[in-house]
């Protein structure tokens, strides 16, 4: 009788959760998360790289076209891996560059977020 119970309870407890995980995701909302090593300090990732220099002329032309693959998916935001409190610095960099004011340095930020959001017409990251 103790079996059965258990049986039944394990097999309600699963009815349950089975329920409870078919709520749909709004067909709104995508996410895209791409992840890559640091551009900027090769060597420390756990990935290792032989030639990593991202502002040589092959790696802008592989750049290039995340960048248009990345276009198509048509982000209405786009975030960085930079720390809330540097969110300042953030916005007056990429305003300089919006303005043709600043040059792109190596990173991730400025190479695909920087230039990614320039192309949408983002007013921030």
């Known amino acids: 009788m103790k079996k059965t119970f258990q049986a ?4 309600l407890c699963l ?3 089975s329920f409870a995980q078919q709520t749909a995701p709004s ?3 995508q996410v895209l998360l791409l992840g890559c ?5 090769p060597g420390l990732d756990v990935a290792k790289f032989e030639n990593a220099n991202v502002l040589s002329d092959k790696r802008q032309q592989e ?3 995340i960048l248009e693959k990345l276009k198509q998916f048509k982000p209405d935001k786009i975030f960085v891996e930079v720390p809330a409190e540097r ?3 953030l916005d007056s960099s990429y305003n300089l560059y919006r303005a043709g004011q600043k040059s792109l340095g190596a990173s ?3 190479q695909l977020g920087f230039r990614l959001a320039k192309a949408l017409d983002h ?3």
């Open 8 to 11: 039944v309870l394990f097999a």
């Open 15 to 17: 009815l349950t959760m």
């Open 27 to 29: 067909p709104h909302t």
């Open 37 to 41: 090593f640091h551009f900027d300090n």
């Open 63 to 65: 750049i290039a076209l």
């Open 87 to 89: 969110q300042g610095h």
């Open 108 to 110: 991730e930020t400025h």
């Open 123 to 125: 007013q921030k990251l």
